[in-house]
């Protein structure tokens, strides 16, 4: 199992910066995938980030360019960095660890953090 605690959402203006951060109870290298979902209201939660035990990465081309996703394996945290803000990026953020058993996937989320973003 997978304990996941948010923290550094918060309230920006447009064009504005956030880095948000996620602490993982074990070990992040065994861990197969990190990432950061959001969901705004009345929409599904959708994947903005993603990050593999082995590095690599993956982004929604809505934050392509804007977003970045890293961690710090010594602290067992992944960050997403998000510059450009724009208010369409207004959600409840969630961390997300992912653990595959054989072939079966296994999903931890933490709380979540809400991001806002004023025009």
């Known amino acids: 199992q997978v304990q996941l605690v948010e923290s550094g959402g918060g309230l920006v203006q447009a064009g504005g910066s956030l880095r948000l951060s996620c602490a993982a109870s074990?070990?992040?290298?065994?861990?197969?995938?990190m990432g950061w979902y959001r969901q705004a209201p009345g929409k599904q939660r959708e994947l903005v980030a993603t990050?593999?035990?082995?590095?690599?990465?993956n982004y929604a081309d809505s934050v392509k360019g804007r977003f970045t996703i890293s961690r710090d394996i010594a602290k067992n945290t992944v960050y997403l960095q998000m510059n450009s803000l724009k208010p369409e990026d207004t959600a409840v953020y969630y961390c997300n660890a992912r653990l595959w058993v054989g072939v079966r996937p296994y999903d931890y989320w933490g709380q979540g953090t809400q991001v806002t973003v004023s025009s």
């Open positions: 990050i593999t035990g082995g590095g690599s990465t």
């Open positions: 074990r070990s992040i290298l065994s861990i197969n995938a």
